[in-house]
Each structure stands twice: as structure tokens, then as C-alpha cells.
């Protein structure tokens, strides 16, 4: 066989997300009912054609596969009857490959010796822009784009109750995600499936939220089973004879099946559905429960972390910007896993126009610039943020578009102003809102600066710095000691909440005095309406660790997660009330089994362990300067790592001890110790009142002896 | 059975002509190899909500029927299940129906006893944006938008030739178009058609532009026939035994078929395909000559009047701009066919945002704008002028943000600058260019004023007006007599050519000394650079009509048209030149057969016929008031109808008779008279040089007695 260069399916850059969001968001459903989402649902360009300017010192046969309807021209002449091999002429020519597909991305796969399909090639839908083709995993002719499916395994229920002669409760041991299947099928009859992520719900088949009903046939050996059910049943492997793949994936821990007295089923089993990932990131400390809660948060991140950030698995499994933006930052301490953030970042935004805030919620745009400038500076990944500067440009447009007369942001009709779930009043002037604009219109004004736009750089740092001055001078209470909630008809609501405030705080827009009056009065304060949910608690238990109350926050995290656990959870759930008790805690939107019981934004101590407890976060983009601020609280010892682009950093914290290594980057150690601490390696600098810091160079194991405070 | 309330299928306005459009877009192929268009092909949207806010007096049960996957909300939740019939409670409720579909329009059909699916739903694509529901013919539950097809009807070959013992050679005597069908078939095999719109191209197999391979075997009366094509198949009936219809639409006059030996097949015929109009304009001389142009003229027409007004059936199969905006004059005076021009603005424009000219032509953006002027001035049609206003502004936004600092466009990298198919050089400020871009600004002024925007409308305005006088400041030459070609670099291509000079006659940009120098130095000046394609001569010939040249455009109608007819042409071509012969009249891109020989650009006699020998032309929207303006030429007489929006004009004029009669609005029929003109009913004005003046009011037949000059 002769050798051939490199060969990837490519695309026009952004479709194959769209395509893959597309399917992934029509595939929740209700009892039977599907849910498209109530947002635009951007797809692929189906019109597009393939460029590559070629020259070639021999003549070479190639080989073309094409995912869409096409044709081939060479030096602007087609080539009739689209043979799937051809020979490209020596010398430069150029070859132009058109394709139109609807339900799939237009697509190609050309080999020859040394010409392949790679990112030498142009791609354009038409629209005289010819950017780079896109490419992925898809490297060999059968292993085209529309194949994608996530990882599966099997898996086998904990234990099968039998609850009557037709049904049988299968309980997986601990939440899941996949396809029930079922094995030495005799006869034939009609299966039904309840899930449950609870063993209620199971048990309540009118009023669990998901279910199937299959029609099943034991077959020969060389025959498909017959069902009803034509989606997705490729996705999975029916070809054992008088085996049967439910072709819709599901959230479960149990599941209820009822099969007619005319079909015996053997064996019941799953397909556990995930998306590869490394476990890159670590924690361990001194306390079991927070590791148990660590633990389980890394779990209920890996269900929802599948081709997109999903909110939950259940339920929505949908794409929400402000539950991404939480999710990504999970990530960055977790699996790094980078493909998943460019694409959940690439659907959310979509296409021009911007006809609507991102999921119709306000707060959600302003999370979308945010989570953009996150993952620069986590991964340091330029190119892709260029490829977004536009995007961000024509969404900041949009909204600098809706401001009022005094260029603040108001929710307009059908805008979602959401904030929080609870009893907060959005009408109007949100300074919860302006400040989140704020901070991106500083990030607007900071990517045109990276892309040669001084121009729009310098009008949106202006109009970034006169919001600013205008929003401490309408919503700051120097009696209350905080911003005040809102301004709605031009009368202020006196109501101070923690929302703005938290995010002023996090964002620098504190001076020293404010800053000191926000922690004490504001974030400290009983009195001030608390956070309930799992969401703010995101942001309000990290604003504590800012403010240096770890030792509260573990303790809240004991509580409060470690509350779940005690009623049995095996993965975070969406809202929690420790006040509830038993199927109260199912209930949601007036459906006794609506609450996801594996959201996302529960998996919250990822974020607050990786960033304060270890207290590594980058300085500067892709941990090129970065800082280590270990905070022990009311623990004995922790130990951890957290990715960085090249390499890891390998942490160790005791009262006595700190050992840290890390594979690329300067770091600053910066750590408080009663005593003249001492290194193995490095100069420790004092920086007075008991701190120090150690600069710390890739590939050393540095050991610190210290006496913590 | 009960009553029923009258239903439609609803959808979102715009989408099925999206839809439609991408459809017949990538129809178009060339020996096998599909050519999708090189521009962005938009299509509908997948994800919409239908919503109904009702009151019934009773509960009532309706039928619902879905094209995509769906759910029903009442009041906010969902009917589980998706029953096809379901009960609405009686009271105020609201229901939405959310659909997703990808390859065909999301649309409902929903129908009750008195609630049906109607223009009173609204409809959402999820951007907040809620307009009126839109249906057109679709009536039943299974008369559903995806079953649209053209009409069709058999036709049979003229002659049948036999070549060889397995060719046989097709000629229908004209050119048509449609699908091939295979009578009484025996045996199996396989066969390749290779369709001609001459003798020559069916006979020339390796060269020919369209064909078709199939494979057919003979069935029992039970069973299709076996075919390897799947496209289309379903649009024509293979119901008979032993008929095949073959699955791909072709323009044709010839069809040589080529059939193994193994198959047998008897009767060969076609579907002929149309879209079904009225012919409402007539025409007819006292020249037959002329009296068969306007017939062969209205065939091409109706023949490329189709889904959307095509440029040519053989090719391109496409809708462009510039050929469009002909298509639209010459349909306002044959087939007042509204539903086709609403269809072909739609999907023309597209959706936002604007990325490039339309079909990437410059000129062709203006087009478009000239053609919605157009539309609303024949039709008087406000609601869906109102329609597109956003995407006036839009496109001409995307214009005015590639305007110089001298406010003139130029082309940009990719653009392409039409004008005409000509040696001229296009580049810098062509002022043709400027022209329409003075007239499309004039118009999105007028639009704007329409519709309650003054601000708009006097910005756009303003724009014009300087823009007119820069025009003039900088290419018109006293010398030559007229409008220079363009600037290149800051210098002026002193070249005058005809193109902007008649249009800144017909917009009425010349004052009345530059109308006489353009009209003697430019339009009848023979030394300026003759026009040569049926495309400007459209606009040429008009405007020798304009200027009073009446013989002088029917003598050249008679020989360029009469040249083709003389050459056997059944409908009129592309391009023809007088001095090529035989084969070489087919000849065009560097392809022995690849010019059109039914291109709707070709069939001009029709407008030129209706608005310049009848004389007739709307002055206010809808011709609620009109011009007549009869010009006999060196016609003996002539006689023939102009239609309305109610009603048509029907004009008879001979040397010394007018006969006018009207079925709407208020006329003005002008005429010259050697002597004291006489008429049976209203006053007839004397104007001064034996011009004379008579006010038509509707459905009075005016008998006019005058003395031709």
C-alpha cells in the first residue's frame, strides 16, 4: 500500500457545533412531548465549497468522500460523474469542491499522497469570507462528522426488584445517563419505561417526567429486533441477536420497566453515554465528607460535561450561558478540556444578528463575554477568541444599542432580567445588570486592544469607565454600605442585595473603604436577603473566600452539600432546601418530579476548592504568570492538582508544610506563615504582617517549612 | 358531519419560499454534477412556536396536523401525548404549538368548529418577534406545504426518430419542459437520455448539457418500477403499470434516448411542468410578424415564470436579481402574477444579515429595491412593501457602510460588477453603479415616509440628492453629451456608454437640455458603443420608446427577434448575434451547448408591447390613477389588454379609432391628432401641439375619433 499523507474531514469552521448543538437541544423531551428550546436554534450553512490552491510536482490520484450532495472543479472545470477517484494534474491549479447538505455538515474527506485535506485548506459559505477549514477527530473515510456520538459502556443495575408480574425496578446504584437494553428477548409485546432519578419518580408512571414505550420482537440471529422507535437507533450497537437498544439516552438512577406477559426479557442492562475526558484536576484533604462532596460534584460536572455544558441531564439539556459560565469554570480545575468549552462558547453566541439577548436573558450575554475571557485567560488560546472578536463586537453593539439615556441597561419586552431564582424585583435599572455590562464593555475594549482595534478599544474603555462613574453615583448607599438593588421609573430600590455587590467585589470596582463596608455590611451581614440558591452560592461563597471566611465556607459546604448527601444523593442537585423533607425535594415548576437531581451548577466546590483552597488561578493568559494562595481554614492538610495548558500544578498543603511543582509557567506561592519560613528551592520573599512569597519556576519540587498561622 | 370553520396550513412568513427556493436552487445541474449557487442559499427556520390566544363559548374539539416534531401547550403546559385530536376547553386560553422541522417548513394545520389555524395565529422563530401566520393554497390536512409541485401535464414527441436499433430521438416540437416518461416498459436495463434544446446538443452525447441515466425493469401492476434515482420521485406519478416517469425536471426540445438491448419500451411521452397563470395581457398587430414574437416572447415567459422567475430552464435554473427585475415589468403586463413576484423578492433578499450584494452583484442590490418600487407601484400591494421595510434599510445600510468618501460605491474584493456582458471596464466609480444606487436611496426614502420613519426618510433623502449632484459634478461631460462610464484611481474613463445615460433618462435625472443631448448624442448617436445583449436592450429599447422612436424599436424587434424565429427559435435565447451561424449560436462559455435558449431576459417584446405601444403605465400605487399613451408606430393597428388589480384595460387603436375601456382606477389616455378628436363619452382636453387628453373612468367603453399624425 502506498503511504498517504494526513487525511481530516473538514468544514466550515463553527458548523459542526451548530449542527451537533441542533440535534443535541430537540433531544429533551416530557412524558413523550419534545421541547425544542425557546430561543433561535442557529444550524450549519448547507452551501458551502472547499478551496485549495495546490502545486504539485507529480501528477496524483486522489480519493474524495463527501458528506452532501456536490461536485468537483478543477481550474473552474467540473469533473462529471463525481468519481470517487480521480488524478489531480501537476503544477498549480486550484480545486473547488461545492456541497449542499441540510441534515448534515457539508463535508470532505480527499486523500492522496501528499494531497490531503487539512487546514491548508479555504472554506467559504458563500458570504466572501474564506477562513481556514475546521477539522476534529474525524480522520478516516467511515468516520465522518455525522457519526459523532459520545463514549458508551455498559453497565448493570445494583439491584432488580421485582414489583408485580409485568414490572420490575431497576436501580443502577447511583444516578446515571445512557440506554436501557435488553438482552435474550422471547416472544414480542410492548415495553414500557418509567426513569427515575429518584426511585418515586420511577414508581410514578404518570408522573415521571421521562418514558418510552417500545415495541419488541424476539428475532434470528441475522435480524434487527422490530421497534417502533426510528431515532437515534443507529447510535447504538443492536446487533447481538435478541438484543435491545432504547434508541433515546436517558437521566436515570431507576427505572421502572413494565413488559407485556407476551415478551420475556432476559437480562436488563445500560449503556452508560459520556464524553471522554481526563481527570486532570485533584483534591484531597484532611476531611472525608468534603472529599465524599468533591467527589460527587466531579461526577455530577462529568454527566453534564457531554458535546456541550449541559444544565442538567434531565432536565433542561439545553445550553444556558449563565450555567456554562459556572461550568467552564469548573472545568479550568477539572478536566481542561477545551474542545468542550469552544463549543458550548461557539453555539451560545450563535449567528448574526443578534436578535436577542443569548437563552432571551439579559445577564446571559454579559456571562458569554465573560466565560470568552475566562477561557483565554485559562488556556491562552488566542486564535480562537479571534475568531470570535467579531461576535463580540456585533453582541456589544446590540446591547450598547438598548442602553437608556444614561447608557444604562434595561430588561426591553420578552427580555428575560433573571439575576437569581427568588423574590427580587428586576424591573427597571438592574445594577446587578450594569455592572456585569460593565465589566464587558472593559472586556470588549481589551480583545479590540489584542486585535488591532485602538479605535474600538478606546470607545469601549470610555464608555466602560463613564458607566462605571454612573453607577457609583446612582446605586452606591453609603448608609446601607453597598449598592442598592435597582432604580425602576426613576425611584431607587433601597433593597440591597448581594448580587452586584459580590460582582463589583470580584471585579475590582471596589476602592479599599468600599470594599471593607461591602464585606461587613453586605456580604457578612445577616440582614441582607440571603442566597438560597446553588446558583448565586456560586459566586457568593467564592466572594467569601475572597474575603478570607474559608474556614465559613467549608463549613457551608458541609452543610449544605454534605445535606444532599445525607438524603442519599449520588450526584448535585439543582436546588436544595435543607427545610424540605422527603418528595418535597423532587417537586418543581407545580410537577412533583420536575427538579433536575444532576445540575451542573451544584458541582460549585469544584471551582471553590481548585481556586481557594489550593488558590491557584492565572495572572496573566494561559498560566503564563499565575498564583498559588493556599488557604488551609479549618483543615489539617490538603492536597491537589490543577491543569495548566503544559503541564500540571502538583500541590501539598499542611499546617507545617507546603510542597509544590508545577509543569510550565511562573507562579507566585504567596502563603501566611507565624514563622521565618524556609525552601528547598527559590528565595522567599517577606512582604510584611506574616506573608510571604516564593516564585515558582517549572519542573522544581519546591518544599516550604512553615508554621501556619 | 358538522360544520367545519375554514383551515390553512400556517407557517412563518417567508420560510416556505426559503425553503422553496434552496429547493429549486440546487435542481440546477451539468452532466451529472449538481451546481448549487455561489451565494449564501438561506433557508427557513427549524424551531418556531404557533400561538393562538382564543375565547370560545363552548368547549371544542379540534384535529391537529404537525409537518416536524412538535409539542402543545395550553396555557403554559403541555399536552402529553400529542393527540391528533384534542378538546379545547371553553373561556380565554392561550395554546402554542412549538415545531421543529429541518427539510421541510415547520407548519400546522389545526381545525375545529369554529377555531381553526388562520392568518389571526401568531408566529414566532424565537426572537421576539411575533407577526400574523402565513398560508397560501394549502387547504387539507394533507395538501401540506412540503406537497407543493408545479402543474403538469402529458405531452407527446411531435416526431420519433429512429437512430440506431438501440437510440431513438424525441422532438416535441418546441421547446418545453418537464419530466420523460416510459410507456408499456418490457425486460430491463438500463437508459440514458441526453436532452437537447436543439437537434445538435440531443444528438451530442459527450457534450450535451443535461442528461440522464436510469436503470428500469418491467413490473407487475403491483409494484413500482425498479430505479436507482430517488430525487424528485415522488413528485410525478409512476402509479400506472409499467410507467416509469423519470425523477429530474429538464428543459428540452429533443431527447435522444439511448436503451440496452435487454429493455423494451413503447410509448414515450412527457410531463409537461408549469406553474399555472392567467393570461391576462394580450397583444395583437397588424403585423403577424411581430404577432408571433409576442406569442414566442409569452411562451419563454411563462416558461421561465415558474416556482420563482428563473433566468433560463436549461440554465442557470436560478434566480437572479437583475433578470428578475425584468421578469417583474414584463409579468405586470401578461400574468399579473403577484404571488410569484412576492415569492421572488422574498427569497432574493434573504435573511439578515447582508453579507455581500445580492447574487455578489452590485447592481443587483439595486435591482432589488427598483423591483419592490415596482411591485408596489403595479399592485398597490402596502402590506408587503411594509414587510420588507427593515430589509430596504438593512441592505441599504450595508450599501451606504461600502460608500467612498465622495459617497460613491465602488466594487469591493469579490464584488462583482456587472453592468452588462461587454467590453467595459468596470472598475473605480462606475457611474451606472451610482445611478441605481441614487434611485434605491430615493426609494428608501419613500419607504421610510411610508411608514412613519421621517427621519429616515429625510436622511436617505438627503443622501440622494447630494449623491445626484456629485454624479453630475463628476461625470457628465458637455463635450460628449452625456454620462461618462466611470473614474478609475481619480481618473475618468472619458467613455460614454449608454447604460447610465438611459437610466438617468428614465428615473427623470436629465433636465430637459441634458434629455435632448443624451437622447441625440448618447441613445440614437450611432457612433457610442452599440448594446448587444436582449438583457439591456430591455432597457434600451425602452428608452428609444421614451424618447418617441416608436418604428425604429419595432423594426428592430423584427429582425433581432425575427432573426431567431428565422432560425427555427420556439422561444427566445439567451444572446443572439446576427452573424454567427449554425452550431455557433449554441456555443457559450467555452461549451459547445451551453447558452440558453429559453432565457426570460429574452422575452422583452412583452414589456415593451404592454407599457410602449399600448402605452400603459400605473402613476400612483396600484394604478389607482394611470397613463395611455398608445403609439402606433408604423403599425396599422393594434389591439389588447392590460391588467389591474381589478380589472383590466382593454385598448384598441387604429389611424383613426381609440377604443379604451377600464375595469378600476382613473386614466388618462393621451393621444395626437391631426384634427379635432371626437369621443363618445367624458370631455376631451386639448394639450397644445395636437396633444389631446380624455379621463377613462372604470367600465365605460370610450369611442375615440381622431386623425393619427
Redesign the interface.
Known amino acids: 500500500m502506498q503511504e498517504i499523507s494526513k487525511a481530516a474531514w473538514i468544514w466550515y469552521p463553527g458548523d459542526f457545533e451548530l449542527w451537533l448543538h ?1 440535534e443535541v437541544s ?1 433531544r429533551r423531551d ?12 442557529d ?1 450549519h ?3 458551502v ?1 472547499f478551496r485549495k490552491d495546490y502545486d504539485l510536482e507529480q501528477e496524483e490520484e486522489v480519493s474524495l468522500y463527501v458528506e452532501g ?4 472543479a478543477l481550474d473552474s472545470r ?5 468519481p470517487e477517484t480521480f488524478t489531480l494534474p501537476a503544477g498549480k491549479h486550484h480545486l473547488i469542491i ?1 456541497v ?1 447538505a ?2 448534515v455538515v457539508p463535508a470532505i474527506f480527499l486523500q492522496g499522497k501528499t494531497l490531503s485535506t487539512d487546514n491548508t485548506w479555504t472554506v467559504s ?5 474564506s477562513p481556514q477549514a475546521a477539522s476534529w477527530i474525524f480522520d478516516t473515510p467511515t468516520y465522518k462528522p455525522s457519526t459523532y456520538r459520545l463514549a458508551t459502556e455498559e453497565i448493570r443495575p445494583l439491584t432488580v426488584e421485582k414489583l408485580s408480574h409485568t414490572a420490575t425496578l431497576l436501580d443502577f446504584g447511583k444516578e446515571t445517563f445512557g440506554y436501557v437494553q435488553f438482552h435474550e428477548l422471547q416472544g414480542s409485546g410492548k415495553v414500557s419505561l418509567y426513569y427515575g432519578e429518584s426511585r418515586e419518580e420511577a414508581l410514578a408512571t404518570e408522573q415521571c417526567e421521562t418514558l418510552d414505550e417500545v415495541h419488541l420482537a424476539e428475532k434470528s440471529a441475522s435480524q434487527n429486533s422490530d421497534s417502533d422507535s426510528d431515532s437515534n437507533s443507529d447510535s447504538v450497537s443492536n446487533s447481538n441477536a435478541n438484543l435491545f437498544t432504547v434508541p433515546n439516552s436517558r437521566a436515570f438512577r431507576y427505572v421502572q420497566i413494565v413488559a407485556e406477559e407476551t415478551l420475556q426479557i432476559g437480562d436488563m442492562t445500560a449503556l452508560y453515554e459520556y464524553l471522554p475526558v481526563n481527570y486532570r484536576g485533584r483534591f484531597r484533604c484532611s476531611d472525608e465528607r468534603i472529599n465524599t462532596i468533591w467527589d460527587t460534584s466531579l461526577y455530577t460536572m462529568h454527566l453534564t460535561t457531554r458535546e456541550f455544558f449541559l444544565d442538567g441531564i434531565k432536565r433542561d439539556r439545553w445550553v444556558w450561558s449563565g450555567d456554562a459560565y459556572q461550568s467552564f469554570l469548573m472545568n479550568y480545575y477539572t478536566f481542561f478540556d477545551n474542545d468542550v468549552c469552544r463549543r458550548t462558547l461557539t453555539v451560545l453566541r450563535g449567528k ?2 443578534v ?2 439577548h443569548i437563552n ?1 436573558i439579559l445577564d446571559y450575554s454579559f456571562y458569554w463575554i465573560l466565560g470568552l475571557y475566562d477561557y483565554y485567560l485559562y488556556t491562552g488560546d488566542l486564535a480562537f477568541v479571534q475568531k470570535n472578536a467579531d461576535k463580540v463586537h456585533t453582541l456589544l453593539d446590540f446591547c450598547i444599542g438598548r442602553t437608556n439615556e444614561e447608557g444604562f441597561m434595561e430588561g ?3 427580555d428575560w432580567v433573571f439575576v437569581d431564582w427568588s423574590e427580587i424585583d428586576n424591573r427597571g435599572e438592574v445594577c446587578f445588570e450594569q455592572i456585569l455590562f460593565c465589566r464587558s464593555l472593559e472586556i470588549g475594549s481589551y480583545f479590540a486592544g489584542l486585535f488591532q482595534n485602538p479605535e474600538l478599544a478606546q470607545n469601549y474603555e470610555e464608555r466602560a469607565r463613564q458607566l462605571k462613574e454612573r453607577i457609583f453615583s446612582v446605586f452606591w448607599n453609603d448608609e446601607a454600605g453597598g449598592l442598592v438593588h435597582s432604580r425602576y421609573e426613576g425611584k431607587l430600590n433601597n433593597h440591597v442585595t448581594k448580587y452586584a455587590n459580590m460582582f463589583a467585589m470580584s471585579f475590582g470596582y471596589l476602592d479599599e473603604q468600599r470594599y471593607e463596608s461591602v464585606k461587613h455590611k453586605v456580604m457578612l451581614n445577616d440582614a441582607v436577603q440571603p442566597i438560597t440558591t446553588p446558583y448565586m452560592r456560586f459566586y457568593e461563597l467564592a466572594s467569601l473566600c475572597e474575603v478570607g471566611d474559608i474556614s465559613w465556607v467549608l463549613e457551608e459546604i458541609r452543610s449544605y452539600w454534605g445535606g444532599m448527601l445525607d438524603l442519599g444523593a449520588t450526584s448535585f442537585w439543582e436546588t436544595f432546601d435543607p427545610t424540605q423533607s422527603g418528595v418535597q425535594h423532587y417537586d418543581m415548576y407545580g410537577r412533583p418530579f420536575a427538579k433536575s437531581l444532576c445540575h451542573a451548577w451544584g458541582a460549585s466546590p469544584l471551582y471553590l476548592a481548585g481556586k481557594h483552597v489550593l488558590g491557584i488561578r492565572p495572572l496573566t493568559p494561559g498560566y503564563e504568570t499565575y498564583l498559588i494562595e493556599p488557604q488551609l481554614g479549618d483543615l489539617n492538610w490538603f492536597e491537589g492538582a490543577v491543569p495548566l495548558p503544559d503541564g500540571d500544578i502538583e500541590l501539598h498543603v499542611s499546617k507545617e508544610h507546603i510542597k509544590v511543582t508545577a509543569g510550565s509557567g511562573t507562579g507566585l506561592l504567596r502563603f501566611q506563615s507565624a514563622t521565618e519560613p524556609t525552601a528547598d528551592h527559590g528565595n522567599i520573599e517577606a512582604k510584611g504582617n506574616h506573608l510571604y512569597e516564593l516564585t515558582v519556576l517549572p519542573n522544581i519540587v519546591y518544599n516550604v517549612r512553615y508554621e501556619s498561622n
Open positions: 441542533k430537540i416530557e412524558r413523550g412531548s419534545v421541547i425544542p428550546p425557546f430561543w433561535r436554534l444550524s450553512t448547507a452551501n465549497k450532495v456536490y461536485n468537483i467540473y469533473i462529471y460523474g463525481n461545492s449542499f441540510e441534515t459559505t458563500n458570504n466572501h469570507k448574526d444578528p436578535e436577542t432571551h426591553y419586552k420578552d
